[in-house]
């Protein structure tokens, strides 16, 4: 028995905060990582810097780029240098919903020690800034800047604190956002996996369900006709074979599955003789145009054997392809007995395997884009005739090398000239 391959094994993403991050280790990834992190406190210090600049031009003063630039700027020094500490506290005790309340203690102290260290150091950047510019001199810059810091050192604490809580902020903000994109990806990666593996089992059942019937009709022919029960036979193993070749394929070129059908057709002939007349009717630009892997053999199979089989006089075949407005319309018609009376136009859930098929990948791969319909066919001027007509219409998009009609169906047109 056929197994279906596993979906590939997605990443996990439903790791918490305080989850480790998988990062790479290359020593280029931590130099991007440090260009980034001064990237990012840098520009909150040029915020900090237009602030200042535009104080000294509200007063009507020169900017004093000292002060509004440099002394600003070994303000956030200490920041950057201390990004490894902030960054550990952020993911290794997150915040939030679950996560335990001793990581509330754990930020409090993080963010008073942090405080302790970056205030003091901050201070003796500029403090030496200061001096090498010219802005106090030794003797009584020491005692000026000491008076200084003391009133200035509970306001530098505590505006620390709240730009503690500005990073955190921030920085669960866009972790929460990183980790929601993920989940969307891997969300929508498993349903394409899904998908997938839905579509192929819906091959795998119509390829047993074909070669049933396919079968039957060679065991019917044994008893009567043995040598046609053989040429059946050869060209079931034929078109075995081409269903092999594609059954990786969830779209095929609509001419590759009209020579498919060239295929199959074949073996009904035989099986029929001279009551199955086919016509064939597609554009170049519908034989351009890819549909799902044999979308055209549930629908013609189910023309044959409830149409053409069911009614005596029922001998003609129609499949057509056609590009319209954007979409591409398949069409099989058969003139057999009709449909049965109270049958809508939607085939209903348990129609058949055929029919069910058929839906089940429509809605699958195009969703609300594509309609399965069955119609009672009309003549030009809009009589109804005898025979049901099966309409498929999907999204029209081409793939592959174009072919032109005469490439697709001159086999097929062989078969019929040479059919007694």
């Known amino acids: 028995m056929t197994s279906l391959p596993n979906p590939t094994t997605l990443p996990s993403v439903t790791s918490t905060f305080g989850e480790s991050d998988n990062r790479s280790h290359h020593p280029g990834s931590w130099v991007w990582a440090v260009l980034r992190w001064v990237g990012i406190w840098g520009a909150a210090c040029l915020i900090f810097v237009s602030q200042n600049a535009l104080r000294y031009i509200m007063r009507d003063q020169p900017v004093d780029w000292f002060n509004a630039f440099w002394v600003e700027a070994l303000y956030w020094v200490p920041w950057l240098a201390l990004t490894p500490v902030l960054l550990w506290t952020a993911r290794s005790k997150p915040l939030g919903s679950g996560a335990p309340r001793s990581n509330i203690a754990w930020h409090v102290g993080v963010m008073v020690a942090l405080s302790l ?208 407005n954007g979409s591409l319309v398949l069409e099989v018609e058969d003139d057999g007995p009709g449909l049965p009376a109270g049958w809508t136009h939607t085939p209903p859930d348990g129609s058949g395997v055929g029919l069910a098929n058929v839906r089940s990948r429509l809605e699958r791969m195009y969703g609300e884009e594509a309609r399965l319909e069955l119609l009672a066919p009309a003549d030009e001027e809009g009589h109804p005739r005898p025979g049901v007509l099966a309409r498929v219409t999907i999204p029209y998009r081409t793939g592959g090398r174009s072919i032109r009609r005469g490439d697709t169906v001159s086999r097929l047109e062989r078969a019929h000239a040479s059919a007694p």
Not at 187 to 215: G, I, S, V
Not at 246 to 268: C, G, H, N, P, Q
Request: one cysteine or more.
């Open 117 to 324: 260290v970056q205030v003091p150091a901050a201070d003796a950047l500029q403090y030496y800034a200061g001096f090498y510019h010219g802005a106090f001199t030794a003797a009584d810059g020491y005692g000026r800047v000491i008076e200084v810091y003391r009133r200035s050192f509970p306001a530098l604490v505590i505006t620390a604190w709240w730009k503690y809580w500005v990073f955190m902020g921030l920085y669960y903000a866009f972790d929460y956002h990183r980790r929601f994109r993920e989940r969307e990806v891997a969300t929508a990666q498993l349903e394409t996996q899904l998908a997938t593996a839905h579509l192929q089992a819906l091959r795998m059942q119509l390829h047993p369900h074909f070669l049933f019937n396919a079968l039957h009709s060679a065991a019917m022919l044994t008893m009567i006709d043995p040598e046609a029960a053989h040429r059946v036979l050869v060209q079931l193993s034929a078109l075995l074979r081409t269903t092999l070749d594609r059954s990786a394929a969830a779209e095929v070129a609509l001419s590759e599955e009209i020579d498919f059908m060239d295929r199959y057709l074949a073996i009904e002939q035989i099986r029929f003789q001279d009551r199955l007349r086919v016509d064939i009717r597609a554009d170049d630009d519908a034989l351009s145009a890819v549909v799902p892997n044999l979308i055209l053999q549930p629908l013609v199979e189910n023309a044959v054997r409830h149409g053409i089989a069911r009614r005596s006089d029922a001998r003609c075949l129609t499949i057509r392809g056609a590009r319209q």
